[in-house]
């Protein structure tokens, strides 16, 4: 019993292991794009505009050279690391569960994603009359902070994982049961009242619990040795 809690023990280990190290990877894709996302869409675009006029450049009428950058580092965040949220919520949706955690994700960052998208294709549209506002950081955001979450949930269930593992192998496979003094006395009261009982059930009548008392004390000592009590013949 006791290997086969160490051997399951050390699957959930593993499993953990793999969960922990899934999220780290995920939380490093999602970083990689969210922090030039952030400093094109955020800083240049509302903190500190024009500070960089290269990126300013039109690439095409309406479409700045940094919201091009945005929009390409954007797209494979969104249907990358944001894919999973995306196909629970739609299988939760389709096995009419309620909407849940991934629902709200995949419907905050995809609506982020394709309104900056329909902005940015207006203005190309309008040839620069139209004046895009595009919100790529704001999904890109929303995955990253959740991916970290979920990496520091992970880790978290590792390290409990990992301290109760600690404490079971601790646990001895014997012990020593240690009884009170008198405990031998009780035991042999208690062995002499299930004797009554069960007489007293046999015989249809009441039985006297101090012989049978008596003869379960003599029944339970061990019988003499040769010779001995005997009187020695002269």
């Not at 940015?120 to 959740?146: M, N, Q």
């Not at 496979?173 to 009982?197: I, K, N, R, W, Y």
Request: glycine residues 8%; negative net charge.
């Amino acid at each position: 019993a006791h290997d086969s809690s160490a051997s399951r023990d050390q699957t959930n280990a593993e499993r953990t292991a793999k969960e922990i190290a899934h999220w780290r990877f995920n939380l490093i894709l999602a970083l990689i794009p969210t922090i030039p996302i952030t400093f094109f869409t955020l800083v240049l675009g509302q903190i500190i505009p024009g500070s960089i006029p290269a990126l300013d450049a039109h690439v095409v009428p309406g479409l700045m050279l940094r919201m091009l950058l945005a929009w390409v580092l954007a797209t494979p965040l969104q249907f990358v690391v944001g894919w999973p949220f995306m196909y629970h919520a739609w299988l939760r949706l389709r096995g009419g569960c309620t909407m849940g955690m991934d629902f709200l994700i995949a419907i905050g960052t995809l609506t982020a994603y394709l309104y900056s998208v329909v902005e940015l294709s207006i203005a190309i549209a309008s040839g620069g009359e139209h004046k895009a506002a595009d919100f790529f950081d704001a999904g890109a955001l929303i995955l990253t902070f959740v991916v970290l979450g979920k990496y520091l949930e992970s880790a978290a269930k590792g390290r409990t994982a990992s301290a109760l593992t600690s404490l079971l192998m601790l646990q001895p496979d014997e012990a020593a049961v240690l009884e009170p003094a008198g405990a031998a006395a009780s035991a042999e009261t208690a062995a002499a009242a299930a004797a009554a009982e069960q007489a007293e059930a046999e015989s249809g009548g009441p039985v006297d619990a101090a012989q049978v008392e008596l003869s379960t004390v003599h029944a339970t000592k061990p019988p003499a040795a040769a010779g001995e009590g005997r009187p020695r013949a002269d």
